[in-house]
């Protein structure tokens, strides 16, 4: 004999309910780092063009000056 219940079903509701709070919580993060890149994604190219210049251009001449 199947016994029928007129309660809820609570475990099934706290699942969906933790399953919807953990992705609203991706989605904000996600928006909160893209959010970052794009504040910083200036001054990261700024010091990407410094990096490449100093090792591209100024070690080689300052080795070849000083004669290393």
Do not use: H, W
């Amino acid at each position: 004999m199947v016994k029928l219940s007129n309660k809820p079903n609570i475990r099934g509701i706290r699942n969906a309910a933790e399953d919807t709070r953990y992705k609203s919580q991706m989605i904000g993060r996600e928006g909160r780092l893209f959010a970052g890149v794009l504040a910083t994604r200036i001054n990261g190219m700024i010091y990407g063009i410094i990096l490449a210049f100093v090792l591209i251009v100024l070690i080689p001449f300052l080795v070849k000056a000083i004669g290393i």
